[in-house]
């Protein structure tokens, strides 16, 4: 079994900033691209940033400049910086990870979530 646990969120004026983890635990052999996303009510969840195993990066466009996703693979771990908040910003955060658990076949796994919230 691979559990993605993340931690961070919550409340934060507009401006501000907050930092979400997440670490991929269990039966781990490999960890490879690492994402996050979000996801409000009634609409469909959008991927916010990537990083490979080899630390390339993507974010989408709303983000860039002021979200920085980064890991630390001996941790099997992705962070994701959240600076100059902004109420859009608001939802609810969740991380993906292609995760190979005993071999070299690779699976997507999905944390929890975790809710952002930022107040105007």
């Known amino acids: 079994q691979v559990q993605l646990v993340e931690s961070g969120g919550g409340l934060v004026q507009a401006g501000g900033s907050l930092s979400l983890s997440c670490a991929a635990s269990?039966?781990?052999?490999?960890?490879?691209?690492m994402r996050w996303y979000r996801q409000t009510p009634g609409k469909q969840r959008e991927l916010v940033a990537g990083?490979?195993?080899?630390?390339?990066?993507n974010y989408v466009d709303s983000v860039k400049g002021r979200f920085t996703i980064s890991r630390d693979n001996a941790k099997n771990t992705v962070y994701l910086q959240m600076n100059s908040l902004k109420p859009e910003d608001t939802a609810v955060y969740y991380c993906?990870?292609?995760?190979?658990?005993?071999?070299?076949?690779?699976?997507?796994?999905w944390g929890r979530g975790t809710q952002v919230t930022v107040s105007s």
């Open positions: 990083i490979t195993n080899g630390g390339s990066t």
């Open positions: 269990g039966s781990v052999f490999r960890v490879d691209t």
């Open positions: 993906n990870a292609d995760v190979a658990a005993s071999s070299l076949t690779f699976y997507g796994y």
